[in-house]
């Protein structure tokens, strides 16, 4: 069966220092690949996603990116954090077609001080 | 452009009474629907989705919900709602073209014993 880690779990951080927030995917191949934010508890806002290794799309400009190093492995990585910053960190992966569910991560809880 | 609406911030009901979460949405093609819930601080879990056929899916944990298309909504069910069904549920809606999908800004439900 196929999982999905994300670390670290949580994660407290001064403003102006790097970010880099892991997820990998265990149990499939060539999986596309999301990464969301979700404020206050609330709606997602899709940051970027990945459909194979080296090919990123970014929905929202930002001081955020990504990087798909591995097939199954999704990288967020911020080289100064802001304030705004914070936020509950989601990534998410789906199969190749796009009538299938996508399937999430436990998220990694991001406060900015 | 593809985007969900889910009308109600907040649902209360008491347990053993019907559930029902209301999702409108829009889309410029044929709708791919699904449904999520989440638990504080964890994941979204996957619960069900629309992809074609009946208009009546079934899900998770004894959830349902209808598509209707002429009134372009998808509402979330349950007949007999527990106080574990207490969280925060999200409907998401994807273009038949389209590897994104677009949240909509999530319903707490809570259920009271």
């Known amino acids: 069966s196929q999982t999905i880690h994300q670390w670290p779990a949580t994660l407290v951080q001064p403003v102006g220092s790097p970010l880099s927030l892991e997820c990998t995917v265990e149990?499939?191949?060539?999986?596309?690949l999301y990464w969301y934010r979700q404020a206050a508890g609330r709606g997602l806002q899709l940051l970027f996603y990945?459909?194979?290794?080296?090919?990123i799309s970014s929905e929202v400009p930002q001081n955020l990116s990504a990087s798909r190093p591995q097939d199954r492995q999704f990288i967020l990585s911020s080289k100064k954090l802001l304030l705004s910053d914070s936020g509950f960190y989601l990534c998410?992966?789906?199969?190749?077609?796009?009538?299938?569910?996508?399937?999430f991560g436990p998220g990694t809880r991001l406060t900015v001080l | 452009a593809q985007s969900v609406a889910q009308p109600e911030d907040q649902v209360n009901v008491a347990e053993g009474n019907p559930l029902t979460v209301k999702c409108t949405y829009s889309?410029?093609?044929?709708?791919?629907l699904f449904w999520y819930v989440q638990y504080p601080n964890r994941g979204l879990q996957f619960l069900l989705k629309?992809?074609?056929?009946?208009?009546l899916v079934k899900g998770s944990y004894g959830f349902e919900a209808e598509f209707n298309k002429s009134q372009t909504s998808f509402h979330l069910k349950k007949p007999s709602a527990l106080v574990s069904d207490s969280a925060l549920y999200f409907c998401?809606?994807?273009?038949?073209?389209?590897?994104?999908?677009?949240f909509g800004a999530g319903t707490t439900v809570t259920v009271r014993a």
């Open positions: 998410a992966w789906s199969s190749g077609s796009s009538y299938n569910e996508q399937f």
């Open positions: 149990g499939t191949s060539n999986p596309n």
């Open positions: 990945s459909v194979g290794i080296g090919q």
């Open positions: 889309v410029s093609g044929n709708p791919y």
């Open positions: 629309y992809i074609t056929g009946d208009n």
């Open positions: 998401a809606v994807r273009d038949i073209n389209d590897y994104k999908l677009s």
